[in-house]
């Protein structure tokens, strides 16, 4: 039950796009189309940005953007606005009918 | 509207118990499973367990094996998690999230502090 793996901090201009990646095994990432992503700002809870890979829920922003190659999954952030400074957590379903979270990755607006 | 409302964190001294509580409100608490989160202080997002809607299914990860235990009563709308033997490193905020029945958590708690420490 290894974490999956996020850099630890991305950035960019307001307008930008960035993209942060959360790689895992093909006991989670890769062995399923079940990766969400979590946006959670500093003291508060977090808060669903996408699910089963590419779907956004209602409620988020359609800037946010998520796909998958073999065991790496992404989230792709574009026309980045100053409220999307936060730290952001990519999660798993895993093959032991558990979840795994990335370490996640914290987001600055420059 | 769904909410979850989380209860029982405190400062325990290692080595002791303590019994969680998570109060649903909303929507039909029986067809959900439910998992809990932690999160240590400064520190990212940890998956800690899961109990199905009938409650017949429970997984925990490898740290708290043995040491915790989920359960729910359907008819109170509420799920516990009982953690025994606790470790300074078991020290987090710990959130109850709705399991969507798609894999995904899509409705979170405000989370409850469990201190360890003596």
């Known amino acids: 039950q290894s974490a999956l793996t996020q850099p630890a901090s991305v950035s960019g201009s307001p307008g930008q796009s960035i993209t942060i990646s959360c790689t895992g095994t093909?006991?989670?990432?890769?062995?399923?189309?079940?990766v969400s992503w979590y946006q959670q700002h500093p003291g508060k809870v977090p808060k669903l940005m996408i699910y089963?890979?590419?779907k956004r829920p209602s409620g988020a922003s359609n800037r946010f953007s998520g796909s998958k190659s073999g065991n790496t999954a992404s989230l792709t952030i574009s026309g980045l606005q100053a409220e999307d400074e936060a730290d952001y957590y990519c999660s798993s379903y895993t093959s032991s009918s558990t979840w795994v979270f990335g370490g996640g990755t914290k987001l600055t607006v420059l | 509207q769904v909410q979850l409302v989380e209860s029982g964190g405190g400062v325990v001294q290692p080595g002791r118990s303590l019994r969680l509580s998570c109060a649903a409100s909303g929507f039909t608490f029986n067809r959900y499973g439910i998992h809990w989160v932690r999160q240590a202080p400064g520190k990212g997002l940890e998956w800690v367990a899961v109990i199905s809607d009938d409650g017949k299914k429970k997984y925990f990860t490898d740290s708290v094996k043995g040491r915790f235990t989920i359960s729910r009563d359907n008819s109170k709308n509420t799920v516990y998690l009982e953690m025994n033997s606790l470790r300074a490193e078991d020290t987090a905020v710990y959130y109850c999230?709705?399991?969507?029945?798609?894999?995904?958590?899509?409705?979170w708690g405000q989370g409850t502090l469990v201190t360890v420490s003596s």
């Open positions: 093909n006991s989670d990432v890769g062995g399923y189309n079940y």
């Open positions: 089963d890979v590419t």
């Open positions: 999230a709705r399991d969507s029945r798609v894999y995904y958590f899509d409705y």
